[in-house]
């Protein structure tokens, strides 16, 4: 209920994170295969071995959702606004008890369930470029991204995104549109937390959209507003090489996999009313590929002269974009040899980024919450197969 609250909100304009992904105007593309559900997946990584089967006790657990939830929403609504935050996230605390005080242990089936629900969500002829995938890939980005090895806070553990002053931070502008798409999900499966479900969004998004498996994993808790984390932890995208290592490294990143995670700019597109920035990287912004490295790497790219923050636009044709965090990868002598790997194999792109992105979304996580080993979970379009 809080998160559904704090979805009606959005976050003051501000030039902060790298990773905006999301939009307003559809941009012109040749045919291209995206989030199209009917279309075939390329360069898709083989799928483990199948875990042995087990009943989905889903059924079992929505009763009982719903059965904390309704207790929990009624001292919500006669509460003031900060205990009613802290009483939805005691309220999800309380599920996860009774979850294990019932013996209820979701299994691989019931995770396969969640992700096939967001899958269903991820088109929508009225967003965007068509789909919630790009934003949904940055809820799961910016909800683990302010991870801090030093202290060991922050990450995706507590999902304090739901909380002001959070919520509220630049860099996360327009977040509120995939957190309250994604409460359509969590009303299904009230069981999941909501570290588990955004990550879990990203990781769907990304398939969907023709990339690489993602290894993902349950186990994350909801935490509470005292949990989250202060303004400035994730990347600001009109800065240079320094910032980019400071923001990485302090999450415990090298500069390869700096590279390859920012190579998630395949997807989606930047907006004025949230990052300040405008555009999209690549024409085909609901296609992972590495069409970002290719773009970057190979095209003329001059600065745009507009009212609006320092970006770039390539030359050609004046309708991509690319923040300054962006081209120092090929400004950069370190950062470039992993853009140039990249924009000439796109195999190479996607088993680092699956294995990076992986890294991304457990950061904070401690070891002994993990409910299981990784799971590869299958596309909407390997399972009719």
């Known amino acids: 209920m809080a998160s559904a609250l704090l979805g009606a909100l959005r976050a003051p304009v501000r030039r902060s994170g790298a990773f905006a992904f999301a939009a307003v105007k559809p941009v012109a593309r040749p045919p291209t295969r995206g989030f199209a559900t009917s279309k075939l997946l390329r360069n898709a990584a083989p799928e483990s071995a199948p875990a042995p089967k087990s009943s989905s006790n889903t059924p079992l657990f929505i009763g009982i959702g719903a059965l904390v939830a309704g207790g929990v929403g009624y001292w919500v609504a006669t509460s003031d606004s900060t205990t009613a935050k802290e009483a939805a996230t005691a309220g999800k605390s309380a599920a996860q008890a009774v979850k294990a005080k019932t013996n209820f242990v979701p299994t691989k089936e019931d995770y396969q369930k969640v992700y096939n629900k967001i899958a269903e969500t991820l088109e929508a002829d009225d967003y965007d470029d068509g789909s919630y995938g790009p934003v949904y890939v940055r809820l799961a980005w910016h909800a683990s991204g302010t991870y801090d090895k030093e202290t060991g806070t922050g990450g995706s553990n507590y ?174 002598r370190s950062f470039k040899q992993y853009t140039k790997k990249y924009a000439q194999d796109e195999q190479a792109f996607f088993k680092d980024f699956s294995a990076v992105f992986n890294k991304l979304l457990e950061l904070g996580v401690p070891s002994q919450q993990w409910a299981s080993e990784p799971y590869e979970l299958k596309t909407l379009e390997e399972q009719k197969a």
């Open 159 to 332: 999902a304090t995104m739901r909380f002001e002053p959070e919520s509220l931070h630049g860099a996360n502008a327009g977040l509120d549109t995939a957190r309250t798409k994604l409460e359509e999900v969590k009303k299904l499966f009230p069981w999941i937390s909501y570290g588990d479900l955004w990550t879990l969004g990203g990781v769907c998004a990304i398939q969907e959209a023709s990339g690489p498996k993602i290894p993902w994993r349950p186990g994350r808790i909801d935490g509470f507003a005292k949990d989250a984390t202060p303004d400035g932890r994730l990347p600001d995208a009109a800065q240079g090489a320094d910032h980019v290592r400071n923001i990485f490294y302090r999450m415990g990143f090298n500069d390869q996999e700096i590279v390859a995670l920012i190579g998630a700019h395949a997807l989606g597109r930047c907006h004025p009313n949230r990052s300040g920035f405008d555009g999209p990287w690549t024409f085909s912004p609901t296609t992972f590929s590495n069409a970002f490295y290719e773009l970057l790497w190979n095209e003329k790219w001059t600065w745009k002269k507009w009212s609006g923050p320092k970006q770039l636009e390539d030359k050609k044709t004046k309708t991509l974009m690319m923040l300054p965090t962006d081209y120092v990868l090929v400004t950069d």
